[in-house]
């Protein structure tokens, strides 16, 4: 029987998660269905796990629902542990396994397919929900000079500052309006403002000159990409993110790692 994948979310129909994989499938012969599962708001943990008793084989979880999948496997992998999120699960037999690529995603994209160099550099991480609780310790492995997780609720951003503190590591965290006066390389934006087209309250003199700003959604100019782009800095959204995060998951899930070049170049022709 053709094994069954889907991404989980809410909302989950804009999601290009089902063309990344059947490019993938295509690309190394595998076969599997993947599509769509729209969660209610309230009831993530009974339709995930009614997927996968109806046979489901492995999830991508999105928005809003990282945190809960971590609460939901039972069993944590790698970096899923410490980000207390989720975004790939895999079944093992009657087990769940919860998985989180989205930091091996984003720094593929930006070191692989955008010649950024983190190492040395002052980075500003925006938001402190699950996607950026998945990033942290790559970004920290990859030695900034200063990695600043900046959200509207600062207490937020200090609990997962504190997560991954340890010697060495020049890592803080604050409000926005505490970013006054402070300039960076590279900012990342891993909030889900965009999605309403919104904008944190981000102070002017933010990017360096050569700096890039890095929007984790993709597919539309959002009021962040925009604010970049009016003060010089390069832009890059998180469609390569996408596509290397599925990279990683499609690999735990099959056994084999597909070519993420073709598939990006696919999609931004389409968009």
């Known amino acids: 029987m053709t094994d069954r994948y889907a991404v989980i979310g809410n909302p989950v129909g804009h999601s290009q998660s089902p063309q990344i994989h059947e490019a993938f499938a295509r690309q190394t012969g595998q076969d599997l269905f993947y599509g769509r599962l729209l969660a209610p708001l309230d009831d993530f943990s009974d339709t995930a796990l009614r997927f996968f008793a109806e ?22 992998v790698g970096g899923a542990e410490s980000a207390e999120a989720v975004n790939t699960i895999r079944r093992e037999g ?38 950026s609780h998945g990033v942290v310790q790559p970004l920290l492995e990859r030695k900034p000079a200063a990695l600043v997780i900046a959200n509207r609720t600062p207490d937020k951003a200090e609990q997962l500052a504190l997560r991954f503190a340890g010697p060495g590591r020049n890592l803080r965290a604050c409000g926005y309006t505490a970013l006054a006066g ?19 309250p981000l102070p002017d003199g933010l990017f ?14 959002t009021a962040f990409l925009a604010f970049a782009r009016a003060r010089g800095a390069a832009t890059a959204d998180g469609l390569g993110m996408l596509v290397e995060q599925a990279a ?24």
């Open 94 to 131: 009657t087990r769940l396994i919860g998985h989180n690529t989205d930091g091996t995603g984003l720094v593929a994209d930006l070191e692989r397919n955008l010649g950024i160099v983190i190492a040395g550099r002052r980075v500003l991480l925006m938001g402190a929900g699950g996607a």
């Open 248 to 271: 990683e998951a499609f690999l735990i899930w099959r056994g084999v790692r597909p070519q993420t070049a073709p598939v990006i170049a696919q999609l931004r022709a389409a968009v």
């Open 182 to 200: 402070e300039s960076f390389d590279l900012v990342v934006n891993a909030t889900s403002a965009g999605l309403s087209g919104e904008l944190p």
């Open 55 to 76: 046979g489901g084989a492995g999830l991508n979880v999105t928005v809003p629902f990282k945190h809960e999948a971590w609460r939901l496997v039972d069993a944590r």
């Open 208 to 221: 360096t000159p050569g700096a890039l700003a890095y929007d984790m959604m993709y597919g539309r100019l």
